[in-house]
């Protein structure tokens, strides 16, 4: 580890990965300081589907993500050319169509299209005869932690270090990792919901909240080739007034992740086993029987107004905050970082005024 890096990153998360990645790559020194592992977190734990995140101000970040994606042949990760599809899945065959409409206007390049009752269980046979659809030309699954990993090699081939293991705190000049204090030129703290804890332990400083997904792990006999999401997932973007928990399905490489809850507080995973399988089945009926293989949960970074924080922390010249990407964080992750990336090297004056942490000063 160098004795003083350029930088140091805390986090080894998507965001913190592809920081790294692309710092390390611009020539800086870069250590990473993760207290657990490589996509320990919600980078490792999601359900695994690349979309488009339906906000006209994250969808410029979700292209330009793909796009970084698909450089990563040589790091182990690829990307189909199209989509898998997303079909969101409804018993309200009006309201859907109302949002489709929507979808159309506000977006049109997902291509928004309403399958009527009976038609999406004629593409999808694993679906409930009863459902209506919208289906949107988005969303590539991909296995949980596989971008995350990807970035992180890509980093270290680039000249960066990742030291795992340690917890970091932010000291004067650079962190503190486990017993020492690494100098540090600037931070980056991409600590994903714990981020603002460690910029602000204090507690005043709190625009990011903890919001709790749980996956199901299990293998269906013929599962969906779309990604399947309960209609209302798109609303989760705000704060407040959402559902506790939404039916979503996303099957990458044959093992499905059945999801996911919306909680404020950590819960008990196995004991919400059996709400995800019921509600599950109402949309996919071969779910109430399916063996559950595994288990993922962990705290998606919520910001206050549903867009990340990007850039200076509050009052800090030299500590830098990427977080905040709520629901969507493997969807813009990337982009966002190349974004931090060229404000530390000072190819960038200011952030976009919409992911300004001083928005929440
Ligand atoms: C159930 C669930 C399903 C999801 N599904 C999707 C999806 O399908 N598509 C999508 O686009 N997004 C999805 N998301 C959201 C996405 O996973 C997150 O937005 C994204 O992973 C956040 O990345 P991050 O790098 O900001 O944070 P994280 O992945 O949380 O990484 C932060 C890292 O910081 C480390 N850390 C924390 N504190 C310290 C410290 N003091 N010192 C050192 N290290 C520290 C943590 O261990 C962690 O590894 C989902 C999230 C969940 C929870």
Do not use: K
Request: charged share 20%; net charge negative.
């Amino acid at each position: 580890m160098p004795a003083s890096p350029d930088v140091a990153v805390i986090g080894a998360g998507i965001v913190g990965c592809a920081v790294a990645a692309f710092l390390a790559e611009a020539g800086a020194s870069v250590v990473v300081v993760e207290r657990d592992d490589v996509a320990a977190g919600a980078s490792g734990r999601n359900s695994g589907i690349l979309q488009h995140p339906m906000d006209a101000a994250l969808a410029p970040l979700a292209a330009e993500t793909l796009a970084d994606y698909r450089t990563l042949a040589e790091h182990g990760f690829g990307l189909a050319a199209e989509p898998d599809g997303i079909l969101v899945v409804g018993h309200d065959e009006p309201a859907l169509d109302r949002e489709a409409a929507v979808l159309r206007a506000a977006f049109p390049e997902l291509g928004a299209e309403l399958l009527p009752v009976g038609q999406p269980a004629t593409v999808e046979p694993a679906l409930a005869p009863d459902l209506a659809a919208i289906r949107l030309a988005t969303g590539h699954a991909v296995p949980p932690g596989s971008a995350t990993r990807a970035f992180a090699a890509r980093a270290c081939a680039a000249g960066a270090e990742i030291r795992t293991g340690a917890a970091a705190t932010l000291a004067p000049g650079g962190v503190r990792a486990g017993p020492g204090t690494l100098a540090a030129g600037a931070v980056v703290v991409a600590a994903g919901p714990w981020t603002p804890q460690l910029v602000d332990p204090s507690g005043a400083w709190r625009p990011i909240a903890q919001l709790w997904g749980v996956v199901c792990e299990l293998r269906l006999p013929e599962p969906p080739r779309h990604g399947l999401e309960e209609a209302g997932i798109e609303g989760l973007v705000g704060m407040g007034g959402e559902p506790d928990l939404l039916f979503s399905l996303v099957t990458a490489n044959g093992d499905s992740g059945l999801g996911s809850t919306f909680l404020a507080a950590e819960p008990d995973p196995a004991g919400l086993v059996p709400l995800l399988r019921e509600r599950g089945a109402r949309f996919v009926p071969a779910l109430a029987e399916a063996r559950v293989t595994g288990l993922r949960a962990c705290a998606r970074p919520r910001s206050a107004d549903g867009l990340p924080l990007l850039g200076r922390a509050p009052g800090r010249s030299d500590v830098f905050v990427a977080a905040g990407h709520g629901p969507w964080g493997m969807s813009l992750g990337p982009a966002s970082a190349r974004l931090v990336a060229d404000l530390v090297l000072e190819r960038e004056a200011a952030p976009p005024a919409a992911f300004d942490p001083a928005r929440f000063a």
